[in-house]
């Protein structure tokens, strides 16, 4: 069965997010290092950006780097960033073959220099591409999101330029990094790991989440298409009701 057939191009997440999970055991489970699993992933970053911009989908976030990631061992955060490096130089003719234009959030200044200066090629190198983005999460957390966030209005409240009774949702939303961004529909997490692991906090509010048991280097367009299926048979009701819903 062809399941991209069964995908309401009507109804597809304007954003998805993907925590990336499980390179390290499935390395494990065949006798690897884990920067062997991290190796073997990049097939699965390259399916899902294709299947979702083949599917149309505006944008898509990839949780690449936590800023936990930072109390592994070194040799393995060295190596993921080497990794990341050439990942990023090979790849980004092909963002452009693709009209994909590539974005970054985190705390990027806390990368190593030749992370920073690929980053901002790619990015310039691709800014002018008019098909989906794709959000590379790097030295990203939720909870350093809205830190930063917080940082921005009270340095604005304490120069003037905003009323601290004028601070609403739209304030905080603006200052985070993903402002312009629509927040997720729907967040695919492998591994089976139930959990968000400070990850969008803001944005996932009502984010539909859809967990599978398969572990990240696995993971295939048809895995991708099963995961917007899922999400298309929800009822999305935002504190609603059904009634209200169909109304």
């Not at 060295?78 to 994909?100: C, D, F, P, W």
């Not at 590539?102 to 705390?107: C, K, N, P």
């Not at 629509?182 to 944005?203: H, K, M, V």
Request: net charge neutral; charged share 25%; proline share 2%.
């Amino acid at each position: 069965m062809n399941l991209k057939e069964n995908v309401n191009l009507g109804n597809l997440p304007r954003h998805i997010a993907v925590i990336m999970d499980g390179n390290g055991r499935w390395a494990k489970q065949r006798g690897g290092l884990r920067i062997f699993g991290h190796q073997n992933a990049i097939k699965a970053v390259r399916d899902t950006v294709e299947g979702a911009a083949e599917l149309g989908v505006e944008y898509l976030t990839l949780y690449a780097f936590s800023t936990e990631n930072w109390s592994r061992p070194m040799a393995e955060v060295t190596a993921l960033m080497t990794l990341l490096v050439s990942t990023i130089r090979k790849e980004t003719a092909t963002l452009n073959k693709n009209n994909i234009r590539l974005q970054t959030i985190g705390d990027t200044e806390s990368l190593p220099k030749a992370c920073q200066r690929e980053l901002m090629e790619a990015i310039e190198l691709t800014k002018q591409n008019a098909g989906m983005t794709l959000v590379l999460a790097l030295s990203y957390s939720g909870r350093w999101d809205i830190t930063q966030a917080m940082q921005q209005v009270a340095t604005e409240v304490a120069q003037g330029k905003l009323q601290a009774s004028a601070i609403n949702e739209a304030t905080v939303a603006d200052r985070l990094s993903t402002a312009g961004i629509p927040d997720p529909e729907l967040l695919i997490r492998t591994s089976g790991e139930q959990r968000i692991s400070n990850f969008l906090l803001w944005q996932l509010a009502y984010t539909e989440l859809y967990i599978t048991e398969l572990l990240w280097p696995d993971f295939r367009k048809e895995h991708l298409y099963e995961a917007i299926i899922s999400y298309q048979r929800r009822e999305r009701r935002f504190g609603k009701t059904s009634e209200q819903i169909i109304k």
